[in-house]
């Protein structure tokens, strides 16, 4: 007896896996070098930016105001006033702890940060989807307080996997923090 549900469930799986495979694959804007992307002012978290689609998709940032620092792990480090720095990492995520099919900005006080952010006004808003909501923290709980680590999620409705193309095209998200913002770019963005 027991033969039968394991059957079946394998007959789900393989039905499920092959409707999935038989969805049309979306066009993906080729990935850009690092050397055309800062020339046009825009740096990404990585040289192979588009490696976990359609899992994540990490923004890139604009950098207009040369408050660039450098990339720190699944973060862009960033000028934050005078003499401080934040390490901000945006993108969409398929699976992020309780948070599926996400944007995701979640913001984290550096090794050289000098101002807590924890009590400073901080918003995000995609030009596409509106305005994120501030949400509960996932992992740990010592390393969130230390860093004081704020998170922003926005929920986007997706048909299947690869909406989430349509879903960010286009998308601009804006950071602001204390007055200051920072911008960040979808990743299907086209240069001239």
């Known amino acids: 007896m027991r033969r ?12 499920s896996c092959s409707s999935t495979s038989k969805l049309p694959r979306p066009e993906i804007q080729p990935e850009f070098l690092s050397s055309n992307l800062n020339a ?6 990585s040289p192979d930016y588009k490696q976990s689609y359609f899992r994540r998709l990490p923004y890139l940032f604009v950098n207009e105001s040369e408050t660039f620092n ?6 862009y480090n960033v000028k934050f006033n005078v ?3 934040l390490n901000i990492m945006p993108g969409f995520w398929s699976d992020y702890g309780t948070y599926q099919n996400s944007l995701i ?3 984290v006080m550096s090794g050289t940060s000098t101002l807590p952010i924890k009590d400073i ?3 995000v808003v995609s030009s596409k989807h509106g305005v994120f909501e501030r949400e509960k923290l996932i992992g740990n709980n010592q390393i969130n307080e230390a860093q004081q680590r704020v998170l922003f999620v926005k929920k ?3 048909t299947n996997r690869f909406d989430v193309l349509n ?3 286009d998308d601009v998200l804006i950071v602001k923090i204390d007055g200051q913002l920072y911008k960040f770019l979808n990743p299907e963005i086209k240069l001239d």
Request: proline residues 5%; negative net charge.
């Open 121 to 123: 006004p901080i918003s």
């Open 70 to 75: 450098e990339i720190q792990g699944d973060f």
């Open 4 to 15: 039968v549900p394991y059957l079946l469930f394998m007959l789900l799986l393989a039905a």
């Open 156 to 158: 986007l409705a997706l």
């Open 105 to 107: 900005v979640l913001i």
């Open 83 to 85: 003499d401080s720095n």
């Open 167 to 169: 879903k960010i095209n």
């Open 40 to 45: 046009n002012g825009i740096v990404a978290i």
